[in-house]
């Protein structure tokens, strides 16, 4: 066990993401402007690790795109920084898309309490990524992205393994390249951003790109699922002022409907801007345009062009 332990710490120690950024290593003898400019200029790093993985993004957002058409679900699973980004990015789609919460989830290793304090003993339990997979009875329209930056994180991992034995489709996040974590899942998005300005501090550049990753495939896969219409948000809910005046501007730009056009007609719809859309763009009624959603699974575009007018 002790031999084992001592080649896993050397291997981890082997990693890019882990190792010491040579511009950096007088960082605490640098003035403020000179730190700031070295991480500066390291981010810059993050979106051109990011544009050589976009095939596999690509390929991870049509993946998503087919389970949720088909009453699947998007689960992010991780720990430590790669938990939190997921559990964000899982958290924005329902305000973003007004999806059900049950369509984008998270699990993050120590549970809910993890997002605000640190947890790093259950990222080493195998165990409990299973045990706490199971619980979401991953099944074969669901995708499972298992975000780690070393690509080694014990529980997710596991988490990963269990989805793909209970024949989810899984994914990798990761940094570094023939990891555990890519082994596990049926294929890996590998953003290759490098030391870190502080060394093996993964909530740098490593979070940064992962963030971007998840951003691009839940925003493509939404898309691909007509929930946009154009580059508008057409799905959002008028759950406030601000958002019915959001809904009411996305109507106009739509549309090109006047300002109380556009209010009377998402009052019309039952506060409902897919619906408010259709009216307004086909000249149907609400019974109508709610009709052509549901026969398209709430494809905007695709409603608009199967809609009839009374």
């Known amino acids: 066990m002790k031999a084992k332990k001592e080649k896993e710490t050397g291997e981890l120690r082997r990693l890019r993401t882990e190792q010491s950024h040579p511009d950096a290593d007088d960082l605490d003898r640098k003035s403020s402007l000179e730190i700031a400019s070295l991480i500066n200029a390291e981010d810059a790093v993050v979106a051109l690790a990011v544009r050589r993985a976009l095939p596999q993004i690509a390929r991870a957002i049509d993946l998503v795109?087919?389970?949720?058409?088909?009453?699947?679900?998007l689960i992010y699973v991780?720990?430590?920084?790669?938990?939190?980004?997921?559990?964000?990015?899982?958290s924005e789609c329902p305000p973003t898309f007004n999806v059900d919460p049950r369509t984008v989830q998270y699990i993050i290793a120590g549970g809910p309490k993890a997002l605000a304090s640190a947890t790093e003993a259950s990222e080493d339990d195998e165990e409990l990524g299973r045990a706490e997979m199971?619980?979401?009875?991953?099944?074969?329209?669901?995708?499972?992205?298992?975000?780690?930056?070393?690509?080694r994180t014990p529980f997710t991992v596991a988490a990963v393994a269990e989805a793909r034995r209970r024949g989810?489709?899984?994914?990798?996040?990761?940094?570094?390249?023939?990891?555990?974590?890519?082994?596990?899942?049926?294929?890996?998005?590998?953003?290759?951003?490098?030391?870190?300005?502080?060394?093996?501090?993964?909530?740098?550049?490593?979070?940064?790109a992962h963030k971007m990753v998840l951003n691009t495939i839940s925003t493509g896969a939404m898309t691909r699922l007509g929930y946009?219409?154009?580059?508008?948000?057409?799905?959002?809910?008028?759950?406030?002022e601000?958002?019915?005046?959001?809904?009411?501007?996305?109507?106009?730009?739509a549309t090109g409907a006047?300002?109380?056009?556009a209010g009377r007609t998402l009052e019309a719809s039952g506060g409902r801007t897919p619906v408010a859309l259709v009216m307004l763009a086909t000249g149907v009624n609400r019974t109508q345009a709610v009709a052509a959603l549901k026969k398209v699974k709430g494809h905007v575009r695709q409603a608009i062009a199967a809609a009839k007018p009374m």
């Open 78 to 90: 991780g720990a430590g920084t790669s938990g939190r980004i997921g559990a964000l990015d899982a």
């Open 228 to 240: 946009v219409y154009r580059n508008l948000m057409v799905n959002v809910s008028p759950r406030n």
């Open 134 to 151: 199971r619980k979401r009875k991953p099944g074969k329209y669901d995708v499972v992205i298992g975000i780690a930056s070393s690509g």
């Open 168 to 208: 989810a489709k899984t994914v990798a996040l990761t940094c570094n390249r023939k990891s555990p974590l890519e082994r596990a899942a049926h294929f890996a998005i590998v953003t290759e951003v490098g030391p870190e300005v502080l060394a093996g501090s993964s909530r740098m550049k490593a979070g940064t």
């Open 65 to 73: 795109a087919a389970g949720l058409r088909h009453g699947g679900r």
């Open 242 to 253: 601000k958002l019915t005046q959001r809904a009411i501007s996305i109507l106009e730009q």
């Open 258 to 261: 006047d300002s109380k056009t």
